[in-house]
């Protein structure tokens, strides 16, 4: 069965952190995406990439940066976190259709 | 440019009894359509893709949705709702044009199902 993993389903960070967010998939897709979702804003596309070491800013970027050092992992980091930033982060691989992770639900205190 | 409404935030129906959620799309070009589904606390699940195949487009769960192209409607539907079937659901479309990158989630449609 095809998979999109986050390493974290809950996490709690200050603000100020440094914060990373990982995402695997195993299906050897090359389009890999996050996004945060927020009640009454539904998903806001903060990055993503089409390759190992590209990427693309989404809707949001600000805040955030990512990494693509091989084509499975796709990691987004929160340079400094901040109360805004607490939010549920999904990611997702895409062929045709999205396969979405669990999501990370990150609280910022 | 790129579109979609989902016209109900909040839908509820009683067991057994059919459920219609609403969603209108635009698209400059011949748009991919999706409907997932997500449970509390999950990430999404694709329940069904329109992809210029047959219109009437049948998904997990008993689900299926007709593309309509006239009305520039993509409508869920399921003749019989469970109580397993509440949970969030997100019309998306995605330009194919560009590969799938620009892609749109509708805000969500909120299903509530009455024992």
């Known amino acids: 069965d095809v998979k999109v993993t986050q390493s974290s389903r809950y996490l709690v960070k200050r603000t100020g952190e440094k914060v990373f967010l990982e995402c695997v998939q195993d299906?050897?897709?090359?389009?890999m995406f996050w996004y945060r979702q927020d009640p009454g804003l539904g998903l806001r596309l903060i990055y993503f990439s089409y390759d190992v070491k590209m990427k693309e800013k989404g809707d949001i970027p600000e805040g955030y940066s990512v990494s693509r050092e091989k084509k499975e992992r796709f990691s987004l980091i929160l340079e400094s976190a901040s109360t805004n930033q607490t939010s549920m982060y999904l990611c997702?691989?895409?062929?045709?259709?999205?396969?979405f992770g669990s999501g990370t639900r990150l609280t910022v205190v | 440019a790129q579109s979609v409404t989902q016209l109900d935030s909040h839908v509820s129906v009683s067991e057994g009894t059919p459920v219609l959620l609403r969603c209108n799309y635009s698209s400059s070009y011949s748009p991919s359509l999706f409907w997932y589904v997500q449970h509390p606390n999950k990430g999404l699940q694709l329940l069904l893709k329109?992809?210029?195949?047959?219109?009437l487009v049948k998904g997990i769960n008993g689900f299926e949705a007709e593309f309509k192209k006239s009305e520039t409607s993509f409508h869920l539907t399921k003749p019989s709702a469970h109580m397993s079937d509440a949970a969030e659901y997100f019309c998306?479309?995605?330009?194919?044009?560009?590969?799938?990158?620009?892609?749109?989630f509708g805000a969500g449609t909120r299903l509530f199902v009455k024992a």
């Open positions: 998306v479309v995605s330009d194919k044009r560009t590969g799938g990158f620009k892609t749109i």
């Open positions: 329109y992809t210029s195949a047959a219109t």
């Open positions: 299906m050897d897709h090359e389009n």
């Open positions: 997702a691989s895409q062929s045709d259709g999205y396969t």
